[in-house]
């Protein structure tokens, strides 16, 4: 079932979800609107020819409160709010469709897991021909929460829990390597 905007309100006033810095006018119908960060991450391609799922990711790290993503780029980014889920509650991430529009694609693997706590990464992709401007404190995203038919047995405290800024690939420790 996707959270009305009365039970958003109503469970942030109860302290059992958390989204801050956040305004009522944050808060739509189903969904509650994400803004842009000030931290941002690029993957540095000067030292390889190609991304794998085994090697270590570097990226170069950008702090700034306005930033260029080129056409046909990929950018990582940080919204300003920092949520905390209850262990009941879980949340797709939506890109809006006013900025979709322009040709920017907003993904964060499109799923929060109940339990999860930190500041959202989002992966963005410039489909363009053109440079977008993006600004901090911009809205860039919506989150929409689902109940779940019961607590999570399991809730989230993976290698993204609790990050408070913008996170690069930890793929090389997906559990899978050490069963080898």
């Known amino acids: 079932?996707?959270?009305?905007?009365?039970?958003?309100?109503?469970?942030?006033?109860?302290?059992?979800?958390?989204?801050?810095?956040?305004?009522?006018?944050?808060?739509?119908?189903?969904?509650?609107?994400c803004t842009l960060g000030t931290h941002f991450l690029k993957v540095d391609d000067s030292e390889r020819t190609h991304l794998d799922f085994d090697g270590e990711i570097k990226y170069t790290d950008i702090e700034s409160e306005r930033i260029v993503i080129a056409p046909q780029s990929f950018l990582l980014a940080t919204t300003n709010e920092y949520i905390k889920l209850p262990n009941h509650i879980t949340a797709f991430v939506e890109g809006r469709?006013?900025?979709?529009?322009?040709?920017?694609?907003?993904?964060?693997?499109?799923?929060?897991d109940a339990g999860f706590e930190g500041r959202i990464t989002l992966e963005l992709f410039n489909a363009n021909s053109l440079p977008?401007?993006?600004?901090?404190?911009?809205?860039?995203?919506?989150?929409?929460f689902c109940l779940m038919d019961k607590t999570s047995e399991r809730p989230y405290r993976g290698k993204y829990y609790k990050q408070s800024q913008s996170v690069g690939s930890f793929i090389r420790n997906d559990y899978e390597l050490s069963q080898k």
């Open 1 to 33: 079932m996707i959270l009305s905007d009365g039970t958003i309100r109503e469970l942030m006033s109860k302290n059992e979800l958390e989204i801050s810095p956040v305004t009522d006018a944050q808060i739509q119908p189903a969904s509650v609107d």
């Open 132 to 144: 977008i401007v993006l600004s901090s404190g911009r809205r860039i995203c919506q989150l929409v």
């Open 97 to 112: 469709s006013s900025i979709g529009r322009m040709g920017l694609f907003i993904q964060n693997a499109g799923w929060v």
